[in-house]
């Protein structure tokens, strides 16, 4: 790893997207990164401050155009480009720069899902045999060694780091998994639609891309994994709703539990799969997750609830859909990758109220 | 019925409420009803002006105390309660005044789940036996006739608009609907509660009362009436969430089709059931339902979805839950009552933006 | 005018953006008026259900492109059309079309002063001079023979309402009006504009426009005329915010009072110029304004303060910016140029909460 | 000061309010402070996870009563009561302790002045007399050898560090301050009020205390000083409004310049006197400031604009209330009382989106 006078110098592409910003935001106060290199398509040679008047005054470098990248500026690079951009910029990059993906294209394994999903056929599968699925807390070791990781989905992230245990531990039924999402409006990007305008989404409530949401086929990959089955094997029910909030995601899971298992076993095996972890918290009997507890932080808290229906429980899960469940998340996995503290430039507390 | 220039004499009882509110809003442009009385305790004495400002230059009476009504005055009370309160009031009305209620204290035909759900045993049984439950579009006959009608919890008039008809059809289970709901704010209503302040609500998601809300063993009567079992042998999920929005509600129920049936067999019965109904709409094919669509007004909207897994369905309904989710059914209510046409004082359209 | 079985055939041109929705929703209830002629630009051919979700199933026409319409199918238009599109389409209306018009095209009546703050010189000279500004309490004798109203801006519609009848009688002095303004988010219209995206609007404030909004010369050009003296020689300070909420406008007029003049003379003078007025209201001494007070209605609240500055007053007024300050004065407007009774269509009450 | 092994303990007086809860989020992240008393008047007894369940997990002490507290185990204490009890209490305190007030005890100077405007004659004059006004950039030289530092409103602090050095400099008039505030709502605490609850705050936008908000004679008393006059001969207008976001606080001053000064003369003046502040920053010129800029940091942002009236300026200041106008400035404040970096704790970026 670097020594403490040598810092790493990280990159930031696609810096002027929601994702960027937060990447951006995290950075600035861990103490073993600089920022040396920020891109931005329609915003190159803009300044931060125009982009984003929020981080004016830090000192951090003009956005520039992709193209112009100078790759020996850099040791990590954040990818926070659109879908299916990333692949054809990141097969051009050096092998020593090590790759932070918050995009979707290195996050599903099987070449025919992904065409299926995203519309095209993967243009980098070498780099994709080789990219690690960064869910942190369930695959540290593998992050660690990684040249490029990809980091989940805002909403598998919270939806798998709830049920991945349970499924592993025997404890639900991968096969009727019922899962109710909830995200705040910056889930959607920083992209002008109309349905994002403050007059459109706030004070109102909309369930959108209902049982066809691009993060179903990656939450089935991995608790298909899970459940020891192949991932086309696997269909879980995914409705996400978008909330009249800026940040945060709530996961509300209805699950049905294997023969003899009661919502305290959920509970005991979820705390024993975390014990220990920096930001994974199982919430005390009966507290209930909220946005509110994590927003701006890291942190994941996770209860468990008995349903009225016999046999049935209630898992819920609650992230910053832009921290845990994107940038955060990513600096987390940067620090392993280069042999850091995990928590770093993480440690600030939620922000509340 | 009354003819047209003898209006029919209105009180509001627990006017100060926002279910009082709506009540006035919707009264005040009703052509044939005139408030005459309006209730409230804290705040007897006061003009409307003070307790509600927008409610100021309409002419209304000003807020007195219950004990102080004089009954003679009315044709018919809206009784906004709270919970328990009711019963005891209502139980000394004259038989010539007609009640539309807005609390839950007639809604449970058991008296044994009452007493379980809400703590003390019912203290007007007898009235309790008259009580039509007035979920205006399925028992719409009964109300015709009925002195007493106990109004739908907000929850249950969305859960099982949506979902009645496809039991009873036969088209889905009812032993397994899982019933994810999510309302606006003033669902917890007027009263102070540091959970509802601005800095702690706004721009978070809390789910609450995780399957012990008072809304379930409600649904549960009417859905086990549909199925043609005991109420006490059927058991719903029920998880309903707090959303950073003021009035709304919609309703996400992740059900299980009955063998055979699919997504477009419950659109088609749901477009049967309600074709010709002034306030209940099936969306078109895929068209989502939200509560931008419906506020401020009476409507509800419906839709169906597929599900991923195979044999399960979805089904969303939106409403106000200020209106059809209570003042508005209710006057929806009165209206049926005293013979009126049913949509009079419903009129108006829904606001958005 | 109209006899009672024949309807006002009514277009709305740009009915896709939010003036041209809130005229829908408002006309809607309008009973004796049937909309005929939708146009839009980009949603040409489509249902309104479409474009707007919330007012599908109420049968109204499908959205056309304005080069389709058939003129002769209309008695009177409301142009929500892009500032500087009106003129030229106005221009080749049948002249027995009447036009309220929403845009800013007919405010200005200087055409120096329009180039100056529109870009270019007006292009409909001889129909703005017969153009009558729509501040209907100000002007209602006028716009009862009216051919052409131009409906003023949301802002000044507040501004002038509050502080013209104050100048007129000379209470304060008009060369010292300092006029903090703020609105809510439908303010800026539907177009997809970076700034109101809810993630980046909502939970934050923004001035903008500083002492260059296009609303400041509409207000000197009245408050001139109030004072006696040329709107080139009058000058007020006009400072907008962008608020976190939907709808909504309040004016916080901080004003120098004549000699010897009090607050109290303020009050005075206002209750005096609006008694009898339907829809402005001054609240009794010491309520103050506020927007959640007329939300959804037709109504302005008004009240004045005593400053800590001696000799100093504090005027506030607060409107629906969508309905007093848009689509409602128009109809307000509409309904004395058709000689009907003012409020028609307008009655409902605000929505709170 | 401390060595580097030996950290300073802080206690929070009035932990389950707002600022307690913003001090204890910031000092988790100060390297030099560990909380070693947390006090609550009804919580005492709870967990801080129960309290604030953002800060569960972090292994603060529990609440206790203020009674209970050990002064011997605190070195400082941050003082977050309500007004009135603050002054009782600090009496009581080992001169040893070092304290930071929160409260509005002890920022006016003037006894007759804090009598009229809260209600009763101060009760620990003595303290008064030795208290540092706790404006950071203006009084740091002060405040590192205060004992007891009354730290500003939050009004007060973004209004003076825009306004005074104007004053000062003779720049602007000092006696025609026209300052119209905006406030997020966790400017009115925690505690339970109506006008605070979601569904009567949201989506509305409410002046209140105009012209009589206990704010005003702290900005008097210390704006009479910039322009070298007795406070009681200084009037402002104040007028505070309520905004619907959580957080955050702008502040638009409208100010006559001096005889033949500009608003570039401000700025110049800002820029000069703000050079080098880590938490101050004039923007560029034009640049608007917006409380998105500043959410969750201790930054304050300023700029000046010409008014469209001749001999005017406005003057535009953003803060986040719970940091800079609040617990922020009070960290800052402790640093300087420590021989401490300022800046320690305080340095997390803004949050936005």
Chains 1, 2, 3, 4 share one sequence.
């Not at 002008?192 to 049982?211: D, H, M, R, V, W």
Request: aromatic share 6%.
């Amino acid at each position: 790893m670097t020594n403490s006078t040598q810092k790493i110098k990280a990159g930031i592409l696609g810096a002027s997207g929601y994702t960027g910003a937060e990447a951006m935001r995290l950075l600035l106060r861990h103490p073993n990164v600089e920022m040396t290199l920020l891109t931005a398509d329609r915003k190159a040679g803009q300044p931060v401050e125009e982009v984003y008047p929020h981080l004016g005054g830090y000192g951090l470098p003009d956005m520039i155009a992709v193209e112009d990248a100078d790759w020996n500026t850099v040791d990590v690079v954040f990818c926070g480009l659109p879908h299916g951009t990333t692949q054809e910029i990141i097969a051009t990059l050096p092998a020593t720069v090590k790759v932070v993906d918050l995009s979707a294209d290195f996050r599903i394994e099987d070449p025919a899902t992904y065409a299926e999903w995203y519309g095209h056929e993967h243009r980098a599968m070498e780099l994709q045999k080789g990219a690690v699925y960064g869910l942190t807390e369930l695959y540290r070791d593998k992050i660690k060694s990684a040249r490029l990781v990809a980091c989940p989905g805002c909403y598998p992230t919270a939806v798998l780091l709830s049920l991945v245990p349970l499924v592993a531990a025997g404890l639900i039924d991968a096969d009727d998994l019922v899962i109710d999402a909830k995200s705040g409006i910056t889930g959607a990007g920083r992209g002008l639609k109309q349905n994002t305008l403050f007059s459109e989404a706030g004070e109102g409530l909309s369930p959108y891309s209902i049982a066809k949401h691009r993060h179903a086929p990656e939450i089935e990959q991995e608790v298909a994994k899970a459940a020891g089955c192949a991932a086309a094997d696997m269909r879980v029910n995914f409705v996400p709703h978008l909330i009249p909030m800026s940040r945060g995601e709530l996961i509300t899971s209805h699950v049905r539990l294997s023969e003899g298992k009661t919502a305290a076993d959920l509970r005991a095996e979820i705390a024993k799969v975390y014990e220990g972890e920096p930001f994974v918290r199982l919430l005390k009997e009966g507290a209930v997750p909220q946005t509110q507890m994590v927003r701006g932080s890291n942190n994941c808290v996770i209860n468990v609830f008995e349903d009225r229906i016999k046999g049935r429980a209630i898992v819920i899960a609650a992230i910053d859909n832009l921290v845990k469940g994107s940038s955060g998340q990513a600096v987390q996995n940067m620090n392993l990758m280069f042999g850091l503290e995990e928590t770093l430039g993480l440690e600030q507390a939620p922000l509340f109220p």
